[in-house]
């Protein structure tokens, strides 16, 4: 007997996507058992969209309070074995609920699946135009949980979840507009395992409409700001409640750490913090590594380059925003200096770029303020090293 799966699609404001996303969900080769669609206070013609759909689809409207309000006003309505939850402007391959319950059916401990998928954009007639495919990559044991820590590498739609596993873990969290369903995963991969599946279950959407809740709407150039505003909430609390081994995949289980593996975690935990901009708590870990570093410290290949990934990615953010230029100093003045300068070093290379774009063009005012960044972490000498051509 096929296990049932439901699926549920929250919407608002979505006319112009969302019956391509219906009939794509109704027309499956192993057809969901159920189809809600929580219409979120659309002011549009969303309702006359569901009802033209009879019993093939259950429509719930609700006053407009956001996609994880949504999301938690039909998941009590549940009761089949999986639940997928899927976005109202995104596309289901025609195999999409095989291929996921064929990878459950293979993994019977798994919690969940997650997919590969397509980028795609809307065609001329509005329909869905297929682009880039993004494949779905194994993981071992928690390395999933580490990896997404780093980086959100599945939306929603990837992923179909045991029913058991969203009930256990509770209701998604009402207080974010946006990066609720990161949250959810980040839940999901922490207690549970999961398996991948490798075929293309749907069609990424990407366009410019707006995002959001009626209270926090928002266009799509505003979308990276909100994920900051978001992820910034979900890290915070992250680096309270998460302990240090848990950022390292090879550990299975809570255990002592090693003098390495704490550098290690530190290190890893930086780069998350630095990652979503959470510029003190990662500063805290910095500081604690430095101080208990020995004289004979030294990054190994992986964690160099995640410090450069990294560095290159926020070091500038990071002071475009404020961060104060003397409290870093005061941390890389700190503990043990060989190991504070082979980090100075790989943050002040990432900004030299950046000084060296602004000089190649003409953008005097601009490379002056970099200077000024790069003197305190580098000192004279080695900041004329740099810049000497080669």
Not at 211 to 217: F, I, K, Q
């Amino acid at each position: 007997m096929t296990p049932s799966v439901t699926v549920i699609v929250p919407t608002f404001n979505r006319a112009k996507y969302l019956p391509e996303c219906l009939d794509s969900l109704i027309t499956q080769s192993v057809p969901a058992a159920r189809i809600i669609v929580v219409d979120d206070g659309s002011t549009d013609n969303t309702q006359d969209i569901v009802k033209g759909y009879g019993l093939a689809v259950h429509g719930i409207r609700q006053k407009n309070g956001g996609k994880s309000v949504a999301l938690n006003r039909a998941l009590p309505e549940v009761d089949s074995e999986y639940t997928w939850i899927f976005d109202d402007d995104d596309v289901a391959t025609p195999d999409a609920i095989k291929h996921h319950l064929t990878a459950l059916d293979r993994d019977s401990n798994a919690g969940f699946s997650y997919s590969s998928y397509q980028r795609a954009k809307s065609g001329v007639n509005g329909g869905i135009l297929p682009g880039a495919i993004r494949r779905a990559d194994r993981f071992n044991g928690r390395e999933l949980f580490v990896r997404l820590l780093e980086e959100n590498l599945l939306p929603q739609p990837s992923i179909m979840v045991r029913t058991s596993c969203y009930k256990e873990l509770g209701p998604f969290d009402e207080r974010l507009v946006r990066s609720q369903d990161f949250e959810m995963l980040l839940r999901l991969s922490r207690q549970f395992s999961a398996v991948a599946v490798e075929d293309i279950t749907y069609y990424y959407r990407q366009h410019d409409g707006a995002r959001g809740s009626s209270g926090d709407s928002f266009t799509a150039r505003a979308v990276d700001d909100k994920w900051v505003k978001y992820d910034r909430i979900i890290f915070s609390e992250l680096y309270e409640n998460l302990a240090p081994w848990e950022y390292l995949p090879e550990l299975a289980d809570e255990c002592s750490l090693t003098p390495a593996q704490r550098k290690s975690a530190l290190i890893r935990r930086f780069s998350v913090m630095m990652r979503y901009c959470l510029w003190d708590q990662a500063f805290n870990d910095l500081g604690e590594l430095l101080e208990t570093a020995s004289p004979t410290s030294t990054l190994s290949e992986d964690e160099r380059g995640g410090l450069i990934r990294i560095f290159e990615n926020r070091a500038l953010l990071m002071f475009r925003s404020g961060y104060s230029s003397r409290d870093l100093i005061k941390i890389f003045g700190k503990g043990d200096q060989t190991l504070a300068h082979r980090m100075r070093v790989e943050m002040a290379r990432s900004l030299y770029y950046e000084l060296h774009r602004d000089l190649t063009s003409g953008n005097r005012r601009d490379a002056l303020i970099m200077l000024t960044k790069l003197f305190p972490l580098l000192g004279i000498r080695n900041l004329l090293g740099m810049l000497r051509p080669s």
